[in-house]
Nanobody
Framework: QVQLVESGGGLVQAGGSLRLSCAASGRTFSSAGMGWFRQAAGKEREFVAA????????YYADSVKGRFTISRDNAKNTVYLQMNSLSPEDTAVYYC???????????????WGKGTLVTVSP
């Protein structure tokens, strides 16, 4: 089992920045791929970004490319999502996710965090 705990959500004005963190514990060696999804009210959960254990393999949704950056610190078993130039359309609950690789994370998630709310005001 892998436990994922997100933090860093909150209220920010449009154009601002936030950094989300996801701390992983348990059998983390089985989940080399880590990433983020988000779900806005009334919408389906959507993929945001993913990263391999090496930090070389990076994947982003088109809607966040150039604004969001995913990174990880393997020594701390923590994945980060730096979000810049936020807009109200980014308002959602952001979920940390783990999968065997970053490449499959978009379609197969083995573990989910409980989520952290990001609210972007106009």
């Amino acid at each position: 089992q892998v436990q994922l705990v997100e933090s860093g959500g909150g209220l920010v004005q449009a154009g601002g920045s936030l950094r989300l963190s996801c701390a992983a514990s348990g059998r983390t060696f089985s989940s080399a791929g880590m990433g983020w999804f988000r779900q806005a009210a009334g919408k389906e959960r959507e993929f945001v970004a993913a990263i391999n254990r090496s930090g070389v393999g990076l994947y982003y949704a088109d809607s966040v490319k150039g604004r969001f950056t995913i990174s990880r610190d393997n020594a701390k078993n923590t994945v980060y999502l730096q979000m810049n130039s936020l807009s109200p359309e980014d308002t959602a609950v952001y979920y940390c996710a783990a999968a065997p690789t970053a490449a499959v994370l978009q379609t197969r998630v083995d573990y989910w965090g409980k989520g952290t709310l990001v609210t972007v005001s106009p």
